[in-house]
């Protein structure tokens, strides 16, 4: 069985995972669908968001990019297409991440009678465009130049100036590439089946951090003690991160996370917490954060922070554990 692959590419919260979760909404009964999904922090968030979507799921940690991109990777879309042996694999590289080792993995002959790739989509929030520190990202840019299918996402937050941006881009760099207009990524069942046109060869990606440098890269913290609860620190590609997973029996303050969510100095935050009512999802992407709520409680709860400057973890973190209502013992 050849299990037909998509890469599902674009910048932190562009709209991948949301995308993702259309098109499994859409899924033909019968058919075996797999995801692969790697995220920038070390606690995923988004395999918790697509856990239930009816697909076999597969979460690379996050940690360092050019790291992770390689044996991590290879060794998680190995388990799942010999495990699972899918009709078709959805894969969402982290946002923060270059393109070119994953798709040199996906297109490497050992692959060759296991999966066949087609047209790569890139979500494009065009709003991005009008930011220097999203336009001038290489990653950004590249994630781009190696996409297929650009799919224009967030449609209904654009303003006037964000079209012109986007017109201006196509005009620029489309290079004759289809560009879709969607919102909440809903984009058609048929996209998966496009072919894979573009085969630019692209620069690598600068390592943005030595290995031997103070703080670079993953550095997990588990915290002295029965705390019930741990925080990972990751950093690189300019950006960095803090997420904090707590047990299932942690309890958290409806009004309590939304507020933190809401004020966090931060860019993005990303969150699935247990709550008296099931399970609160939080997602924040600049100013516009979006709530979820489910009846079901998740197995855990986990929250993740990304930013381009450091924060102050340790003052989010108090304010974090401040809004828990039950202390585990
Ligand atoms: N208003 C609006 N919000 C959207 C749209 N698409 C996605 N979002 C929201 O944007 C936020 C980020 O979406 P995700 O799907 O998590 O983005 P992502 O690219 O997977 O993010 P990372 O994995 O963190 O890079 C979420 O709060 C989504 O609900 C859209 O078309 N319009
Ligand atoms: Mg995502």
Redesign the pocket.
């Known amino acids: 069985m050849i299990a037909k692959t998509t890469l599902v590419t ?12 259309h098109l499994l909404a859409q899924k033909p009964a019968g058919e075996r669908w797999a995801i692969l999904v790697n ?2 922090g070390e606690i995923g968030v ?1 395999g918790a ?1 697509l856990a239930e979507s009816g697909a076999v799921l597969k979460e690379i940690p996050g940690g360092c990019m050019c790291c992770v991109n390689g044996l991590p990777m290879q060794i998680g879309l190995n388990t799942l297409l010999q495990r699972s042996a899918p009709d078709r694999l959805l894969i ?1 590289p ?3 991440g270059h393109p070119k080792q994953i798709l040199s993995l996906l297109t490497s002959p050992i692959y060759e009678s296991w999966l066949s790739l087609q047209a790569t989509l890139c ?1 494009l929030d065009a709003r991005q465009l009008g930011d220097p520190r999203c336009r001038d990202n290489e990653n950004f840019r590249d994630q781009l130049a190696a996409a297929d299918i650009i799919i224009a ?5 654009y303003a006037p100036e964000d079209r012109a941006l986007l017109a201006a881009w196509e005009r620029e760099y489309g290079g004759g590439r289809s560009m879709i207009p ?4 809903e984009i058609d069942l048929s996209l998966l089946d496009a072919p894979r046109l573009n085969l630019r060869e692209l620069p690598a990606g600068r390592h943005h951090h030595r290995h031997d440098a103070p703080g670079a890269g993953l550095a997990a913290l588990r915290l002295p003690g029965n705390t019930g609860w741990r925080r990972a620190l990751n950093q690189g590609q300019g950006y960095h991160a803090s997420g904090w997973i707590f047990d299932g029996d942690t309890l958290f303050d409806t009004v309590g996370v939304l507020e933190w969510a809401r004020l966090a100095p931060v860019e ?1 935050v ?1 969150g699935v917490m247990r709550i008296a009512e099931g399970t609160l999802l939080v ?3 600049g100013r ?3 709530i979820e709520t489910r009846p079901a409680p998740p197995p855990d709860s986990r929250i993740e922070l ?1 930013n381009p400057a450091p924060a102050d973890w340790n003052a989010l973190q108090s304010s974090l554990l401040r809004i828990r209502l039950c202390l585990p013992d």
């Open positions: 674009g910048f932190l919260g562009s709209g991948k995972t949301t995308t993702l979760l995220e920038f988004d968001l969402e982290t946002g923060l979500l996402n967030k449609q209904d937050r969607a919102t909440r990524g993005r990303k997602n924040r992407q516009d954060l979006q990304i």
